[in-house]
């Protein structure tokens, strides 16, 4: 079947392997008359660029994305906008050995399974680099959502142990840390945690949070499209992600319901919330307040210790994976969950045009 | 836009509101030829009826479902199955006090900013009875489950901080305790603790938890369509829950790759993962192991302690909820997490079976 | 598969047989707001009701519908309607005759190759009955169509070879002659050639025609979702239609281009188009001119002679069907076409209230 | 929204405007394992490419195309396939003129009135040149559908006046004539109307005709995605086409029940039909017969002669179309339609795979 099209009005439609000739992304569905152009995408992209410091990958990917239709005079047109990544530095290589058995924490077992043999050159679809379209996506989603006044901010709140303080929060340092951790304090600890963890040729796992301001009440639909259902779909479809909390999350199942529920109050003459315990989403609808969505993520699969596996011949096997890998996904992973965060909300909003007769109404007449 | 449709080819659509004359769901896409009664239905209904012990409200509830359509001698034929429950005991009471106010952690207020008006009789569309359909469906596919081999089974996990013990496991305790715990011990105290908050007119939150054994590995799409992203949406559209994890879920975030990496072995003949964090998912695919999915709930938002929130006049003002309510959401909502669970595997078994040309050659000669 | 659900964003799903217990249909995503009730539907479900002349089955059919859900005070309230007709008239007769054989232009043979079996009590699910869920869905389109000023208008063009005259066209005729036609004189000619059908035991094809006016220009998408492929899908899928045309329709395929054309001139300070062979669609979108359908009915396949068949032990039979059966299916089926192509044009029209950034912003602030 | 999607399984995307960087096509739910190279997709590119014979317009499109994902070793891996034509005689000329005026016949006018404004070179999304991607994808489904033993061939049935005959009926006609037409005598008289036709400054409309033999019966769902309403809609979604039918099509509007039946018969131990009236398709389901359909499709409507419009300025003007046009759309046509209908067929046969209990366990176990 098809599982590579997100969303019901903005629709994306991503495409590509690791290594194949391109990576992109088909937006269907975006309104017309919107600015863009590369720069608008290429910011993007940039984030979960690889090379940029120790702790990710030191291998080199340009990643420069194509706009190869649906924008013209430099304003979106409302058809198709098509984006387009070339893979420039997949180096040709023997794969001859990773082809032949399945590495723990990887898709390669599943792959065969399902399909009866995989492309197995550095994970094919299941790579990391199929979030490129993601994030060429979202950097349009993103852009929109500005627009209409809405802000989506990623970004790391904890690797391993080390978790970000509260009281240091710091927006700028999101961009500016190589942890994407929106403390610089916490940022050093995490950088020499990570150190250490890539010296016992080990990986390590994170957690990743991210707010969404200015959604107005009302968006999300009720029953199977609730705003959090879908946000848990989009979030827990990035690979590594084990585990998704919207608001308190977890902390919900140990508590009182005095201590839950967020009381209603006026302030400016609008209805506000005193806490926000629920994440800004109630019975699956925003409630105007800011949206809290958190995701766990999984160490890196691939790590140089020696790992006992199976092959194709059905052997049991030690293996030792080579070649360059990140130490930890989170801070290349937190602008996808920003983006897949975007993408979610936007097409909510956009679904959300249509729900009242009065709406409808003054649309038509 | 239509929230109220969940799956790909087995397409459910649910309808009705708590006070109204009666809930349901239409199945569109159940294959034709099961072996199909009420009594197979009203077996999982039965389990989600309020009023059979303390910590249930002593609402009565008959939910007697009848099958309208698409069942023909006894087997169904293919063609949409509508099955309906009447509300009975719904009394005509005053509900102008409610209609007037919004209560804390309820989705009165969302509603109202989404319709610019709502349903205001126990809930609408947002009460727990809306889950009536999902259950009434979801009875269903775990018949068509068992018939290719796969058992999902759910059970409360926790109760506040009263947690079962693995080593007590006790699959038949499920149905035989009034907290759908595995475990007759942690039963007991969970009930202790929910006889205080009850006393101290408060609620509590708790976790669930569903496991699914047989699936054969290869099940799930890549990308958007993966089989944990979907049982994410899945699980998180149930009303009260907060997050929602898969295999050891939210503890991989501050664990080591080589403590979390399941080694591929071999065992009779077959290939098997020594451990099972990843919680039988792999790149979105199933890999042949038991599917762990863990769900954490919200305590009830209905509490009869005096609440402050606002009013539709846009005062402030102290509230007192009457009526009645679970001090817990978790006991009855194990079930519609197992029929949820079972929706989602059913579903991405049913597009799987289109997934290669052997499959698809096999299927036309 | 789902084969029952139809639209984007006003998604309806039909279930139901000719002799099961009820048929019916679910709205989801009726905007909230429209003022609704039973007999704003009824009024659509008599005009496909049989037993009202000669020339339609004498069988007697109630069809009386219920609104179950999702509308309270009056008002629909953005959540699912569940509509529902039961079948009163349904005789329990003996079907195994009909069950061992295949109807000659009936859906027999196809649904057991399907399904392995079939529901055989007067057609089961692809009875015209099904279409009781278009019809009373369609009514509650028509009526938000009516709001924003759209009106959608059916009627028979023609029964075997007696068509309407254009200059005696008289709107109120489609709702007084039993053929539906908008013309009394070609009603009185179509009878004659339908009695005397009839007596030869034989039945009759016809043409139905649907004028939607005040269609805004700029409804439909590029490419695939073009307003005149969904028409055709919509008009298409009402059993035993076997052409659809748009505007002109077939005659276009021997014109020349600069008799096809549609120039575009100024009226009234508006651009209008000085002919309408178009049909009011260019490029699959609406150009503010009437849209025009029209849809070839093929006759009755019950007819009352001798006819050659097979059974299900693969012998070749001479069969004689019974029972009540109307003799021609245009005058009844006039009004799912005017319910289909309100349905498309609705949804059309709601899909297409987030095309520009303009609309965008206009709703969000 | 989104209107660049079709199909529920074998789900295709396609992007691009004529005068743009490249258009192409995303294939998303290609069963994994099928051989697949450039070249089983350009041969199908090369029937839509003009200037290969008077008929066409004289531009030289080269229309190569490249897959850039998907296909692994040889073989499609399961995951989209991702396929791009660059445009490479794009000329950069004045489009002012056309910008500031709404041509006759053309979608101009709609999509400014949808989006505000449009991509004016050379029809942007709305030109003939969107159909790269529908036969990039159908090529695939075409080498699917051989290889389960389905034959899909569409053809020219008339031009102007000119029809085949079908006693002259040959297959191999349709490669090799100019105008796709299966008769060798009716081509040459019709190059002779389009000579005259051109002359006088005109274009010309046809009508084409498309069989799928092989099919087996059972295919298709009930009720509203019939086979046939998806084949109406997949056809009339192309471009300039006005009426589809089925089968016998418009004829059975004025034809009696008794000669239009087709009688089942016994023949090698199988049931078929003595006659094929239906057009392959009874209750919407495939009856195991040759499946016919047929497209009338209007004059190109750029014709030579001078027209009467209006312009932005809302002025009435007289307008000269310039530019290389071909006087008939119909024979580069064909292929498109060849290519929709397989991809309809394709997928409702990989649709029907979960269609009755037998069938899923026969898979699964």
Known sequence: MAGSTFGTIFKITTWGESHGKALGVVIDGCPAGLPLNEADIQRYLNRRKPGTSNITTPRKEDDEVEILSGVFEGRTTGTPISLMVKNTSQISKDYSEIASYYRPGHADYTFDQKYGFRDYRGGGRSSGRETIGRVAAGAVAC????????????????????????????????????????????????????????????????????????????????VFEKLDANLAKAIMSIGAVKAVEIGDGTAVSSRLGSKNNDSFRIKDSSIVKQTNHAGGILGGISDGDTIIVRAHVKPTPSIFQTQQTVNKSMEEIDIQIKGRHDPIIVPRAVVVMECMTALTVLDAMLVNTSSTMDGLERFYK
């Open 143 to 222: 852009k929109i959502l500005e627009q209409l006044g809405v802000q989506v901010t990623a970004y790391t709140r904890s690797i391993g142990n080390v978790s970000i303080n509260p009281e240091n929060f710091d927006r700028n340092a999101i961009l500016n840390t190589v942890t994407a951790m929106p403390d610089y304090e916490a940022d050093k600890a995490a950088v020499a945690f990570l150190e250490n963890a890539r010296k016992s040729s080990d990986s390590v796992g994170g957690c990743m949070e991210c707010m969404v301001e200015g959604v107005p009440a009302g968006i999300g639909e009720p």
